[in-house]
């Protein structure tokens, strides 16, 4: 599990097949779970300046392949007993989105951001998204496409520096949302209340 707090902007030194390899001041060790640009990975071998993590052919199918170089965000996962912030985020990437615009409003930025309609469901007015790995609140949703605001601190600080119209992006939708339309989708197609059973599961979940 992952809170959506970037922890460092890393260097991504080669990408060659399945294999990244990134220069870090983490020091990861063999096997752990690091997010990068919001995708969980597993580290599979560890430098003296960083580690290295392997995406399968359908991990670089589902993502925005193409910001996997130059620098890339990391965040990894929590430990036992770490300070809950941001909000709970799986790494698990739902889609990819589109950069429609980029508006400065001098203390602040709106980010239009364009995603595929069937998403739209699962991302809430005034709730947690998470973008390249940062979590993010959402402000406005439409019919295909939702509205950031972030501050000049997460601007300069993320690649959000970098991005422009037309970039794409990984896009991790809220856990509950997905799990709420999930329920009231079986509900619907069941026609039947949820069981104490099935309550346990969702529960065993979190």
């Not at 991990?59 to 130059?70: D, P, V, W």
């Not at 709420?180 to 079986?186: D, P, S, T, W």
């Amino acid at each position: 599990m992952f809170t959506g707090l970037i922890r460092e902007v890393a260097t991504v030194k080669s990408f060659v097949g399945s294999k990244l390899t990134i220069k870090s001041n983490h020091k990861a060790a063999l096997g752990d779970s690091i997010a990068i640009n919001g995708a969980c990975l597993t580290v599979i071998e560890v430098n003296h300046d960083g580690f290295a993590v392997e995406l399968s052919p359908e991990s670089q199918k589902l993502l925005a392949i193409e910001n996997y170089k130059n620098e890339v965000h990391i965040e990894p996962a929590m430990a036992m007993g770490d300070r809950f912030e941001g909000h709970i985020v799986q790494g698990h990437v739902d889609t990819i989105g589109e950069i429609e615009a980029i508006k400065n409003n001098g203390n602040s930025y709106d980010i239009f951001i364009k995603v595929d309609k069937k998403f739209i469901p699962y991302i809430v007015p005034k709730g947690s998204i998470t973008i390249d790995g940062v979590s993010l609140t959402v402000n406005d949703v439409a019919d295909d496409s939702f509205r950031l605001t972030i501050i000049p601190h997460t601007m300069k600080e993320t690649l959000f520096k970098n991005y422009k119209k037309g970039s794409r992006v990984n896009v991790e939708t809220d856990m509950f949302a997905r799990y709420i339309a999930h329920i009231l989708k079986h509900q619907q197609t069941t026609k039947n209340s949820l069981t104490w059973d099935e309550v346990d599961a969702i529960q065993s979940s979190f």
